[in-house]
Protein backbone atom coordinates (compact mmCIF):
# COMPACT_ATOMS: atom_id res chain seq x y z
CA UNK A 1 0.00 0.00 0.00
CA UNK A 2 1.28 3.63 -1.13
CA UNK A 3 -0.68 6.27 1.31
CA UNK A 4 -1.36 6.86 4.77
CA UNK A 5 -4.10 4.10 5.73
CA UNK A 6 -5.34 6.51 7.91
CA UNK A 7 -5.85 9.37 5.52
CA UNK A 8 -7.80 7.17 3.20
CA UNK A 9 -10.33 6.13 5.96
CA UNK A 10 -10.79 9.44 7.39
CA UNK A 11 -11.35 10.52 3.32
CA UNK A 12 -14.10 7.97 3.40
CA UNK A 13 -15.29 9.43 6.73
CA UNK A 14 -15.63 13.07 4.82
CA UNK A 15 -17.12 11.19 1.95
CA UNK A 16 -20.06 9.91 3.68
CA UNK A 17 -19.89 13.20 5.65
CA UNK A 18 -23.53 14.98 4.94
CA UNK A 19 -26.67 15.80 6.90
CA UNK A 20 -27.07 13.30 10.17
CA UNK A 21 -23.35 11.78 9.10
CA UNK A 22 -22.27 8.64 7.69
CA UNK A 23 -25.40 5.99 7.55
CA UNK A 24 -24.67 2.87 10.02
CA UNK A 25 -24.01 0.85 7.34
CA UNK A 26 -21.76 3.36 5.94
CA UNK A 27 -19.83 3.45 9.38
CA UNK A 28 -20.15 0.03 9.47
CA UNK A 29 -18.61 -0.79 5.96
CA UNK A 30 -15.44 1.89 6.85
CA UNK A 31 -15.31 0.44 10.04
CA UNK A 32 -14.67 -3.17 8.35
CA UNK A 33 -12.26 -1.56 5.89
CA UNK A 34 -10.40 0.09 8.56
CA UNK A 35 -9.59 -2.89 10.38
CA UNK A 36 -10.19 -6.01 7.61
CA UNK A 37 -8.10 -4.39 5.11
CA UNK A 38 -5.87 -1.30 6.67
CA UNK A 39 -5.01 -3.18 9.56
CA UNK A 40 -5.54 -0.18 11.91
CA UNK A 41 -6.86 -0.60 15.61
CA UNK A 42 -9.42 2.12 15.41
CA UNK A 43 -12.58 3.31 16.21
CA UNK A 44 -14.02 5.40 12.70
CA UNK A 45 -16.62 7.26 14.75
CA UNK A 46 -13.77 9.25 16.79
CA UNK A 47 -11.39 10.32 13.38
CA UNK A 48 -11.92 13.52 12.08
CA UNK A 49 -13.21 13.24 8.53
CA UNK A 50 -10.84 14.65 5.77
CA UNK A 51 -11.89 17.12 3.17
CA UNK A 52 -10.88 16.26 -1.10
CA UNK A 53 -8.06 18.66 -0.65
CA UNK A 54 -6.68 17.16 1.52
CA UNK A 55 -7.31 13.36 0.73
CA UNK A 56 -5.97 14.35 -3.15
CA UNK A 57 -2.66 16.11 -1.46
CA UNK A 58 -1.91 12.88 0.50
CA UNK A 59 -2.39 10.27 -2.48
CA UNK A 60 0.01 8.92 -4.92
CA UNK A 61 -0.73 8.72 -8.14
CA UNK A 62 -0.48 5.05 -8.60
CA UNK A 63 -2.53 4.67 -5.91
CA UNK A 64 -4.85 7.07 -6.95
CA UNK A 65 -8.05 4.18 -8.71
CA UNK A 66 -7.60 2.25 -5.16
CA UNK A 67 -9.33 5.40 -3.53
CA UNK A 68 -11.40 6.32 -5.88
CA UNK A 69 -13.16 2.97 -6.14
CA UNK A 70 -13.61 2.51 -2.25
CA UNK A 71 -15.36 6.00 -2.30
CA UNK A 72 -17.23 4.64 -4.83
CA UNK A 73 -18.07 2.01 -2.76
CA UNK A 74 -19.31 3.66 0.21
CA UNK A 75 -21.48 6.07 -1.97
CA UNK A 76 -23.12 2.90 -2.76
CA UNK A 77 -23.77 2.02 1.18
CA UNK A 78 -26.28 5.11 1.43
CA UNK A 79 -29.61 4.04 1.63
CA UNK A 80 -31.71 5.69 0.50
CA UNK A 81 -29.90 7.77 -2.38
CA UNK A 82 -29.38 11.36 -2.24
CA UNK A 83 -27.82 13.70 -4.79
CA UNK A 84 -25.69 15.18 -2.14
CA UNK A 85 -24.21 11.89 -1.89
CA UNK A 86 -23.44 12.07 -5.56
CA UNK A 87 -22.24 15.24 -5.52
CA UNK A 88 -20.15 15.07 -2.24
CA UNK A 89 -18.26 11.53 -3.55
CA UNK A 90 -17.97 13.17 -6.87
CA UNK A 91 -15.99 16.39 -5.49
CA UNK A 92 -13.35 13.82 -3.48
CA UNK A 93 -13.00 11.77 -6.83
CA UNK A 94 -12.67 14.90 -9.08
CA UNK A 95 -9.63 16.04 -6.16
CA UNK A 96 -7.96 12.64 -7.18
CA UNK A 97 -8.53 13.04 -11.22
CA UNK A 98 -12.22 11.72 -12.02
CA UNK A 99 -13.49 8.31 -12.73
CA UNK A 100 -16.35 7.52 -15.35
CA UNK A 101 -17.93 4.71 -13.00
CA UNK A 102 -19.34 7.65 -10.83
CA UNK A 103 -22.35 8.31 -13.54
CA UNK A 104 -23.34 4.59 -12.18
CA UNK A 105 -23.33 5.77 -8.63
CA UNK A 106 -24.70 8.89 -9.08
CA UNK A 107 -27.91 7.27 -11.13
CA UNK A 108 -28.01 5.46 -7.99
CA UNK A 109 -28.16 8.15 -5.90
CA UNK A 110 -30.45 10.31 -7.89
CA UNK A 111 -33.14 7.70 -8.66
CA UNK A 112 -32.51 7.26 -12.35
CA UNK A 113 -32.19 3.06 -12.21
CA UNK A 114 -33.33 3.17 -15.56
CA UNK A 115 -30.19 3.98 -16.89
CA UNK A 116 -27.92 2.54 -14.47
CA UNK A 117 -27.09 -0.53 -16.93
CA UNK A 118 -26.67 1.36 -20.20
CA UNK A 119 -24.24 3.71 -18.08
CA UNK A 120 -22.15 0.84 -16.71
CA UNK A 121 -22.22 -0.85 -20.17
CA UNK A 122 -20.61 2.64 -21.38
CA UNK A 123 -18.07 2.63 -18.95
CA UNK A 124 -17.50 -1.15 -18.18
CA UNK A 125 -14.81 -2.95 -18.60
CA UNK A 126 -16.91 -5.94 -20.46
CA UNK A 127 -16.30 -9.54 -19.62
CA UNK A 128 -13.18 -11.54 -20.61
CA UNK A 129 -13.60 -13.58 -23.49
CA UNK A 130 -13.33 -17.53 -23.50
CA UNK A 131 -10.49 -18.89 -24.79
CA UNK A 132 -10.23 -22.36 -26.77
CA UNK A 133 -14.22 -23.03 -26.03
CA UNK A 134 -16.54 -23.28 -28.67
CA UNK A 135 -20.08 -21.33 -27.05
CA UNK A 136 -21.81 -24.12 -29.36
CA UNK A 137 -20.33 -26.92 -27.94
CA UNK A 138 -19.45 -25.11 -24.09
CA UNK A 139 -22.32 -27.54 -22.06
CA UNK A 140 -20.64 -30.80 -23.62
CA UNK A 141 -17.12 -29.75 -22.79
CA UNK A 142 -17.84 -28.54 -19.13
CA UNK A 143 -19.52 -31.64 -18.90
CA UNK A 144 -16.37 -33.28 -20.03
CA UNK A 145 -14.73 -31.76 -16.96
CA UNK A 146 -15.84 -34.45 -14.71
CA UNK A 147 -12.87 -36.60 -16.24
CA UNK A 148 -10.35 -34.51 -14.85
CA UNK A 149 -7.67 -35.25 -12.08
CA UNK A 150 -9.40 -35.19 -8.71
CA UNK A 151 -8.33 -31.70 -6.95
CA UNK A 152 -7.59 -30.50 -10.96
CA UNK A 153 -8.92 -27.11 -11.91
CA UNK A 154 -11.36 -28.61 -14.07
CA UNK A 155 -12.46 -31.34 -11.80
CA UNK A 156 -13.19 -28.22 -9.49
CA UNK A 157 -15.19 -26.48 -12.01
CA UNK A 158 -17.29 -29.13 -12.84
CA UNK A 159 -18.73 -30.09 -8.69
CA UNK A 160 -19.08 -26.30 -8.45
CA UNK A 161 -21.70 -26.19 -10.92
CA UNK A 162 -22.60 -30.16 -9.66
CA UNK A 163 -22.95 -29.09 -6.37
CA UNK A 164 -25.13 -25.92 -7.53
CA UNK A 165 -27.13 -28.34 -9.10
CA UNK A 166 -27.90 -25.90 -11.68
CA UNK A 167 -27.39 -26.27 -15.77
CA UNK A 168 -24.46 -26.00 -17.18
CA UNK A 169 -22.83 -22.69 -19.51
CA UNK A 170 -23.97 -23.07 -22.54
CA UNK A 171 -27.07 -25.60 -21.53
CA UNK A 172 -30.82 -24.63 -21.91
CA UNK A 173 -31.25 -22.19 -19.13
CA UNK A 174 -27.22 -22.70 -18.30
CA UNK A 175 -26.57 -19.14 -18.41
CA UNK A 176 -23.94 -17.10 -21.13
CA UNK A 177 -21.09 -18.53 -21.97
CA UNK A 178 -18.74 -16.15 -20.56
CA UNK A 179 -20.37 -17.11 -17.19
CA UNK A 180 -18.22 -20.07 -17.23
CA UNK A 181 -15.23 -17.86 -17.01
CA UNK A 182 -16.36 -16.08 -13.91
CA UNK A 183 -17.51 -19.07 -12.19
CA UNK A 184 -13.76 -20.55 -12.54
CA UNK A 185 -13.09 -17.14 -10.67
CA UNK A 186 -15.45 -18.65 -7.60
CA UNK A 187 -13.36 -21.81 -7.72
CA UNK A 188 -9.42 -19.91 -7.32
CA UNK A 189 -11.16 -18.00 -5.17
CA UNK A 190 -13.41 -20.21 -2.69
CA UNK A 191 -15.84 -18.43 -2.62
CA UNK A 192 -19.87 -19.31 -2.94
CA UNK A 193 -22.60 -17.62 -4.74
CA UNK A 194 -24.59 -15.58 -1.87
CA UNK A 195 -24.81 -11.60 -2.74
CA UNK A 196 -22.71 -11.37 -0.04
CA UNK A 197 -20.14 -13.98 -1.65
CA UNK A 198 -20.24 -12.57 -5.00
CA UNK A 199 -19.80 -8.81 -3.90
CA UNK A 200 -16.62 -10.30 -1.87
CA UNK A 201 -15.04 -12.22 -4.84
CA UNK A 202 -15.35 -9.02 -7.38
CA UNK A 203 -13.68 -6.99 -4.24
CA UNK A 204 -10.97 -9.47 -4.40
CA UNK A 205 -10.81 -9.25 -8.10
CA UNK A 206 -10.67 -5.98 -8.23
CA UNK A 207 -7.76 -5.76 -5.58
CA UNK A 208 -5.49 -8.59 -7.58
CA UNK A 209 -5.48 -6.47 -10.91
CA UNK A 210 -4.20 -3.33 -8.90
CA UNK A 211 -7.35 -1.65 -8.53
CA UNK A 212 -6.79 -1.04 -12.44
CA UNK A 213 -8.75 -3.52 -13.31
CA UNK A 214 -12.72 -5.17 -12.20
CA UNK A 215 -14.03 -1.96 -10.92
CA UNK A 216 -16.69 -2.36 -13.25
CA UNK A 217 -17.06 -5.83 -12.28
CA UNK A 218 -17.68 -4.52 -8.45
CA UNK A 219 -19.84 -1.34 -9.43
CA UNK A 220 -22.16 -4.72 -11.16
CA UNK A 221 -22.61 -6.59 -8.13
CA UNK A 222 -22.95 -3.39 -5.85
CA UNK A 223 -25.58 -1.77 -8.28
CA UNK A 224 -27.68 -5.39 -8.18
CA UNK A 225 -27.23 -6.58 -4.53
CA UNK A 226 -26.52 -3.34 -2.50
CA UNK A 227 -28.73 -1.01 -4.19
CA UNK A 228 -31.38 -3.50 -6.72
CA UNK A 229 -30.58 -1.15 -9.75
CA UNK A 230 -28.94 -3.86 -11.99
CA UNK A 231 -31.45 -6.06 -14.06
CA UNK A 232 -29.67 -9.19 -14.55
CA UNK A 233 -31.29 -12.55 -15.43
CA UNK A 234 -31.56 -14.65 -13.45
CA UNK A 235 -30.26 -12.88 -10.03
CA UNK A 236 -32.91 -11.45 -8.17
CA UNK A 237 -31.73 -7.69 -7.11
CA UNK A 238 -31.13 -7.13 -3.72
CA UNK A 239 -30.43 -4.02 -0.91
CA UNK A 240 -28.40 -3.05 1.43
CA UNK A 241 -26.62 -6.49 1.22
CA UNK A 242 -23.57 -4.97 3.48
CA UNK A 243 -25.68 -4.30 6.04
CA UNK A 244 -26.04 -8.08 6.75
CA UNK A 245 -24.08 -9.19 9.67
CA UNK A 246 -20.58 -10.32 8.15
CA UNK A 247 -20.89 -8.74 4.80
CA UNK A 248 -18.88 -6.01 5.48
CA UNK A 249 -16.04 -7.85 6.95
CA UNK A 250 -16.29 -10.62 4.52
CA UNK A 251 -15.63 -7.48 1.56
CA UNK A 252 -12.72 -6.28 3.61
CA UNK A 253 -11.02 -9.49 4.01
CA UNK A 254 -11.72 -10.13 0.34
CA UNK A 255 -9.50 -6.72 -0.77
CA UNK A 256 -6.81 -8.00 1.88
CA UNK A 257 -7.26 -11.05 0.21
CA UNK A 258 -6.83 -9.37 -3.56
CA UNK A 259 -3.75 -7.35 -2.09
CA UNK A 260 -1.97 -10.32 -1.49
CA UNK A 261 -2.14 -11.73 -4.81
CA UNK A 262 0.71 -11.90 -7.60
CA UNK A 263 -1.58 -11.45 -10.23
CA UNK A 264 -4.71 -11.09 -12.10
CA UNK A 265 -6.86 -14.18 -11.13
CA UNK A 266 -9.01 -13.78 -14.05
CA UNK A 267 -6.21 -14.36 -16.49
CA UNK A 268 -6.25 -18.05 -15.83
CA UNK A 269 -7.24 -19.86 -19.36
CA UNK A 270 -9.35 -22.67 -17.80
CA UNK A 271 -9.88 -25.12 -20.76
CA UNK A 272 -5.91 -25.01 -21.19
CA UNK A 273 -5.18 -25.36 -17.39
CA UNK A 274 -8.16 -28.11 -16.73
CA UNK A 275 -5.81 -30.68 -15.80
CA UNK A 276 -3.34 -28.66 -13.51
CA UNK A 277 -3.66 -28.68 -10.20
CA UNK A 278 -5.89 -26.34 -8.50
CA UNK A 279 -3.40 -25.93 -5.69
CA UNK A 280 -0.66 -25.37 -7.85
CA UNK A 281 -2.99 -22.54 -9.48
CA UNK A 282 -3.99 -20.79 -6.44
CA UNK A 283 -0.15 -21.10 -4.99
CA UNK A 284 0.69 -19.49 -8.13
CA UNK A 285 -0.90 -16.38 -7.74
CA UNK A 286 -0.57 -16.55 -3.90
CA UNK A 287 -4.47 -17.20 -3.45
CA UNK A 288 -4.82 -16.60 0.27
CA UNK A 289 -7.26 -19.24 1.18
CA UNK A 290 -10.80 -17.85 2.12
CA UNK A 291 -11.82 -17.30 6.08
CA UNK A 292 -14.38 -20.22 6.71
Same mark, same amino acid.
Given at each position: ????????????????????????? +?????????????????????????????????????????????????? &????????????????????????????????? +????????????????????????????????????????? #?????????? &??????????????????????????????????? *? #??????????????????? &?????????? =????? =????? =?????????????????????????????????????????????????????? *????
Amino acid at each position: MHDDPHMIVRGLLGAADLGQGPTSE +QLRVIQSLATGYFALDVDVVAMDPAEPSELAAAVEVADRHRVVDLLILVE &FCRHPGEPAQADRVEAYVEALGGEDLTLVARDV +QTGHRERVMADWARFGEGTTPLRNVSDVDLGSELRALEHCP #PGSLGRGLYD &FYDELGVPFPGEPGGGEPTLAHHDVSHVLTGYGTT *P #PDELALQAMLTAAGGFDHH &FSGLVASLAL =FESAA =FDVPG =FVPKEGVLDRPGAADELADAFRRGDACTGDISTVDFMARRNDSLADIQAEFAVV *PPPR
